[in-house]
């Protein structure tokens, strides 16, 4: 992938650590709560998130993803930059604009985030990343970018992004939902963006010939919810995954993460990991070695992706 100007190398490992589920006590993913075992003061959110990024860097991991919406992520990624004296260009740190965060702290918000891909957004979240990771803020990604929000044809917004990516700074876009695929292709078309980042695991692979695409393109490829927010570990219905995990010798979360690993167009791939041990468990991953007859077969798993997506979108807070 070309660099943009003053140049960043994204994929710096193939497991990258992403922060949704670390920066506030409310989250999708399946045991979430448990997970937090009632340590959700700020206080203790900070200590077990610099657990999890120590043993994440230790582990050799070196690709970080945050966003304005994660509460405090940002901050806590950045406390722990400080405490680490990590320099900037040692790690991939990457963060999203798009979404501000509205929940409060609270789990049983009625709304725990709020969207607007207006440029009035990314010039104000950019400024409060920026205030928190400084130089260390290697990628900024439009948050969750659809064809129907528009964003990809907002001129200002593009034109504030071609300027970041000017500074030095590479930008990217994620995307959601049954239409990934559009989007991809139409930002792949537009030429602007050196990352995309996707929803592509077992239950849902229809990304994947756009995620292609963009990989020839040139653009760093980054997997989002491989593990479905939790549907394929242990914890998920998902009973032929059980049977090949236990085939293996291995854990399901691992079984389902080394399924994208071994997609040719697959650059980095987010672990969510609340806990050092889920972590641990999600690195497995690199050592487990799937044949093409077993992806095969764990292509049975595959959902309508209308009916993944309202299956996501059902999920708790928890």
């Not at 979430?32 to 230790?58: C, F, I, K, P, W």
């Not at 260390?136 to 064809?147: F, R, V």
Request: charged share 25%; net charge negative.
């Amino acid at each position: 992938m070309p660099p943009p100007a003053g140049g960043t190398e994204l994929a710096r490992s193939r497991i990258g650590l992403g922060l949704a589920a670390l920066g506030r006590p409310g989250y999708i993913n399946l045991g979430h709560a448990g997970d937090l075992a009632g340590g959700t003061d700020e206080r203790s959110m900070e200590q077990n998130a610099h657990r999890v990024l120590d043993a994440a860097l230790a582990g050799g991991v070196r690709c970080f993803d945050a966003a304005r919406s994660y509460g405090k992520a940002e901050a806590f990624l950045s406390s722990w930059l400080r405490a680490n004296d990590l320099k900037a260009g040692e790690i991939t740190v990457a963060s999203k604009w798009g979404y501000t965060y509205t929940a409060g702290w609270r789990v049983d918000a009625e709304v725990h985030e709020r969207k607007d891909l207006s440029v009035a957004t990314l010039k104000r979240q950019l400024q409060e990343t920026r205030r928190l990771l400084g130089e260390h803020l290697s990628l900024y990604q439009i948050h969750s970018a659809t064809l129907q929000s528009g964003v990809l044809e907002d001129r200002a917004v593009l034109e504030e992004l071609a300027r970041l990516r000017e500074s030095g700074v590479a930008v990217g876009l994620t995307v959601t939902g049954p239409g990934q695929g559009e989007t991809i292709e139409r930002a792949v078309e537009l030429g602007r963006f050196d990352a995309v980042q996707a929803t592509w695991n077992l239950l849902d692979d229809s990304a994947a010939p756009a995620l292609a695409d963009a990989h020839r393109a040139g653009m760093t490829v980054i997997v989002k919810e491989a593990l479905a927010n939790g549907r394929l570990t242990r914890r998920g219905d998902t009973p032929a995954l059980a049977q090949v995990a236990s085939g293996l010798d291995a854990e399901a979360d691992a079984v389902a993460l080394a399924a994208v690993l071994a997609q040719p167009w697959a650059d980095v791939v987010l672990a969510g990991a609340t806990t050092v041990e889920m972590l641990h468990s999600n690195l497995a991953s690199l050592e487990c070695k799937l044949s093409p007859d077993t992806l095969a077969g764990l292509g049975e798993l595959r959902e309508e992706p209308a009916e993944y997506w309202d299956r996501r979108t059902a999920l708790s807070w928890n």
